[in-house]
């Protein structure tokens, strides 16, 4: 797609290069990904090329490649081929059993994947099996293969393991949420799945690989012709995850079937296989197999070719314009998006976010004119969390952060929680005035159950005058959240107001 004033490459570089001298410790280790601001409308295809028995196919030129626009032809402006092999991490490296980091950050693997367990549209029996088949695959996980895992089992989409090669971590994350008893709620859409997926995603550089587990649309389950999903509402979120570079395989959890022309059941896979080739994945289904399905994705998605080129007098006509890539090797399949949506909106400042969003969290619950810059470099931080009685214990510590409220006492039903929110003192924009240096930023946090129903939410804006002696010091903010028992999740964010750079993290939290 035209990235909005964004040109995404891959040409091996760091990320962010608006940063470098602000953030000299803090950038990315090289990888093939980083953002260009510029005015230039390229459209980006990350293509992966299988032969007629499903091996990758490697060492093509760049002149093997043939793409057109609605059926011109264009030139390359760029070609990069990316054979990847597999880097261990761990995606929140802690100080204490309480404690966690985004630092990961700066050590992403060219290629990221990430499994989504949609169990929203799944029965009981259906979720055993998934389980199954998952466990399976991650027993047989190379040690230096990193995945994450987020889950829907009702209304929003929860990170449930953050990225990490550990198996038991990844099999005890699945266990919290398969099986169990369907929550009651709206019909799933895919909709509000793929905006969520994009809004956790879109921060983290480079490609992603998503291999999302379900049984199909929940809008599409209902059975009544006239329920569909929102046709313009999904090119404009494949738009957001072409922009986030993240490649989509719906896998359908249910496995080989006996129902036969189903029209819903069609439908679904219609939908799943749409929603694929918009992104560049594959769909997958009547397959037993979801162990080697995702086992194959792994493996082929590994490996890909980068093309960029430019369409003349690019136009934004919110037209959906048509991208054909074709090789010069007979006998091979190709994957990559079939096209770009031409939105006049991406010409124009994004509107400002809507009470009660998510995007509205990021910005302190404030409505402001310039949102988050989730395309350069992430602010890395620190995020603890401590109940009320370990604030006491741990006086001292709490003495070291500056408080952005006075604690209050929490409402029936709740416990008081302090998140504790620790970042290096060149993680922030300083601007002079009058003789001093300050800086402004916002600290976010939206709390979710394990079911991915939002329990709480609280947002402040920090504004602090740095002390001429302060340059070294880390900085410390301490932010009071009420949660219910049992086991939540907490989605954290801190955004630069001068630089409009963001930092995000997501934490799990048991409430006892």
Same mark, same amino acid.
């Given at each position: 797609?035209?990235?909005?004033?964004?040109?995404?490459?891959?040409?091996?570089?760091?990320?962010?290069?608006?940063?470098?001298?602000?953030?000299?410790?803090?950038?990315?280790?090289?990888?093939?990904?980083?953002?260009?601001?510029?005015?230039?409308?390229?459209?980006?295809?990350?293509?992966?090329?299988?032969?007629?028995?499903?091996?990758?196919?490697?060492?093509?030129?760049?002149?093997?490649?043939?793409?057109?626009?609605?059926?011109?032809?264009?030139?390359?402006?760029?070609?990069?081929?990316?054979?990847?092999?597999?880097?261990?991490?761990?995606?929140?490296?802690?100080?204490?059993?309480?404690?966690?980091?985004?630092?990961?950050? #700066?050590? #992403?693997?060219?290629?990221?994947?990430?499994?989504?367990?949609?169990?929203?549209?799944?029965?009981?029996?259906?979720?055993?099996?998934?389980?199954?088949?998952?466990?399976?695959?991650?027993?047989?996980?190379?040690?230096?293969?990193?995945?994450?895992?987020?889950?829907?089992?009702?209304?929003?989409?929860?990170?449930?393991?953050?990225?990490?090669?550990?198996?038991?971590?990844?099999?005890?994350?699945?266990?919290?949420?398969?099986?169990?008893?369907?929550?009651?709620?709206?019909?799933?859409?895919?909709?509000?799945?793929?905006?969520?997926?994009?809004?956790?995603?879109?921060?983290?550089?480079?490609?992603?690989?998503?291999?999302?587990?379900?049984?199909?649309?929940?809008? #599409?389950?209902?059975?009544?012709?006239?329920?569909?999903?929102?046709?313009?509402?999904?090119?404009?979120?494949?738009?957001?995850?072409?922009?986030?570079?993240? /490649?989509?395989?719906?896998?359908?959890?249910?496995?080989?079937?006996?129902?036969?022309?189903?029209?819903?059941?069609?439908?679904?896979?219609?939908?799943?296989? /749409?929603?694929?080739?918009?992104?560049?994945?594959?769909?997958?289904?009547?397959?037993?197999?979801?162990?080697?399905?995702?086992?194959?994705?792994?493996?082929?998605?590994?490996?890909?070719?980068?093309?960029?080129?430019?369409?003349?007098?690019?136009?934004?006509?919110?037209?959906?314009?048509?991208?054909?890539?074709?090789?010069?090797?007979?006998?091979?399949?190709?994957?990559?998006?079939?096209?770009?949506?031409?939105?006049?909106?991406?010409?124009?400042?994004?509107?400002?976010?809507?009470?009660?969003?998510?995007?509205?969290?990021?910005?302190?619950?404030?409505?402001?004119?310039?949102?988050?810059?989730?395309?350069?470099?992430?602010?890395?931080?620190?995020?603890?969390?401590?109940?009320?009685?370990?604030?006491?214990?741990?006086?001292?510590?709490?003495?070291?952060?500056?408080?952005?409220?006075?604690?209050?006492?929490?409402?029936?039903?709740?416990?008081?929680?302090?998140?504790?929110?620790?970042?290096?003192?060149?993680?922030?924009?300083?601007?002079?005035?009058?003789?001093?240096?300050?800086?402004?930023?916002?600290?976010?946090?939206? /709390?979710?159950?394990?079911?991915?129903?939002?329990?709480?939410?609280?947002?402040?804006?920090?504004?602090?005058?740095?002390?001429?002696?302060?340059?070294?010091?880390?900085?410390?903010?301490?932010?009071?959240?009420?949660?219910?028992?049992?086991?939540?999740? #907490?989605?954290?964010?801190?955004?630069?107001?001068?630089?409009?750079?963001?930092?995000?993290?997501?934490?799990?939290?048991?409430?006892?």
């Amino acid at each position: 797609m035209p990235v909005r004033a964004l040109a995404l490459f891959s040409l091996g570089l760091t990320a962010a290069l608006a940063a470098v001298s602000q953030q000299p410790a803090q950038q990315p280790e090289p990888q093939p990904g980083y953002t260009l601001h510029t005015d230039v409308r390229i459209v980006l295809a990350d293509v992966t090329v299988t032969d007629g028995k499903g091996n990758v196919v490697h060492d093509l030129p760049a002149s093997a490649f043939h793409v057109t626009v609605d059926k011109k032809p264009l030139p390359l402006a760029s070609f990069e081929e990316h054979a990847i092999a597999p880097t261990a991490m761990v995606a929140t490296p802690a100080a204490g059993d309480e404690t966690f980091s985004n630092e990961y950050l #700066l050590h #992403l693997p060219p290629v990221l994947n990430i499994v989504v367990l949609d169990t929203s549209t799944l029965t009981i029996n259906e979720q055993m099996y998934l389980a199954v088949e998952f466990n399976h695959f991650v027993q047989q996980l190379p040690v230096s293969q990193p995945i994450a895992i987020y889950a829907r089992t009702s209304e929003h989409l929860v990170l449930i393991q953050n990225f990490t090669s550990d198996h038991t971590l990844l099999t005890a994350a699945a266990a919290k949420v398969m099986p169990q008893i369907p929550t009651p709620h709206e019909s799933a859409s895919d909709v509000s799945l793929l905006a969520e997926l994009a809004q956790h995603l879109a921060p983290i550089p480079g490609r992603k690989s998503v291999l999302w587990f379900s049984g199909g649309s929940g809008v #599409l389950q209902i059975g009544d012709p006239e329920v569909t999903e929102d046709e313009e509402a999904l090119r404009q979120i494949y738009d957001q995850l072409e922009a986030a570079r993240v /490649a989509v395989y719906p896998i359908d959890a249910r496995g080989l079937t006996t129902t036969v022309g189903d029209p819903v059941m069609t439908a679904q896979h219609q939908q799943m296989s /749409a929603g694929a080739e918009a992104t560049g994945g594959a769909a997958f289904f009547d397959l037993n197999s979801l162990k080697g399905i995702a086992q194959t994705v792994l493996r082929q998605d590994a490996s890909y070719y980068t093309l960029t080129f430019k369409p003349p007098n690019f136009q934004a006509d919110n037209k959906w314009h048509k991208i054909h890539i074709s090789l010069d090797k007979p006998g091979c399949t190709l994957s990559y998006r079939r096209g770009y949506f031409a939105d006049a909106n991406n010409l124009a400042p994004p509107p400002p976010p809507k009470p009660g969003s998510r995007n509205m969290l990021l910005t302190g619950g404030r409505i402001t004119d310039a949102p988050p810059d989730i395309h350069s470099a992430p602010i890395i931080f620190t995020a603890g969390i401590v109940s009320s009685a370990q604030r006491v214990t741990h006086a001292r510590d709490a003495a070291q952060c500056i408080a952005l409220q006075t604690p209050s006492a929490p409402k029936h039903g709740t416990l008081a929680y302090f998140i504790r929110y620790t970042l290096a003192p060149g993680a922030f924009l300083v601007q002079t005035g009058d003789g001093n240096s300050r800086v402004t930023f916002d600290v976010s946090a939206l /709390a979710f159950s394990q079911n991915g129903v939002r329990i709480g939410q609280n947002g402040d804006r920090v504004r602090l005058t740095l002390a001429p002696d302060s340059s070294k010091l880390p900085i410390c903010v301490e932010q009071q959240i009420n949660l219910p028992k049992g086991d939540d999740y #907490l989605f954290l964010a801190v955004w630069d107001v001068a630089s409009g750079r963001l930092g995000s993290l997501q934490i799990p939290v048991t409430v006892k």
